[in-house]
């Protein structure tokens, strides 16, 4: 598990998953939110820029990544 400590209210969804590394590129993040890979909270998550806050799990190709 990756834990993410956010250091303003919220993280679009794709910039996360940049930012720690599951994807190479911003272009690379958006094609697997459309591919329906990316589940948010337990949900298949269709939104590139779902604005994620603390407490949000996200999961991605056996990753989960946890928002403090």
Do not use: P
């Not at 949900?43 to 946890?66: F, N, Y």
């Amino acid at each position: 598990m990756i834990e993410f400590k956010l250091k303003s209210d919220y993280i679009e969804l794709i910039k996360l998953l940049k930012t720690v590394g599951i994807s190479e590129t911003g272009g690379h993040a958006k094609l697997m939110v459309e591919d329906g890979i990316v589940h948010v909270n337990g949900k298949k998550e269709s939104r590139k820029r779902a604005k994620l806050r603390k407490g949000d799990s996200v999961e991605v190709m056996g990753q989960e990544i946890k928002i403090l």
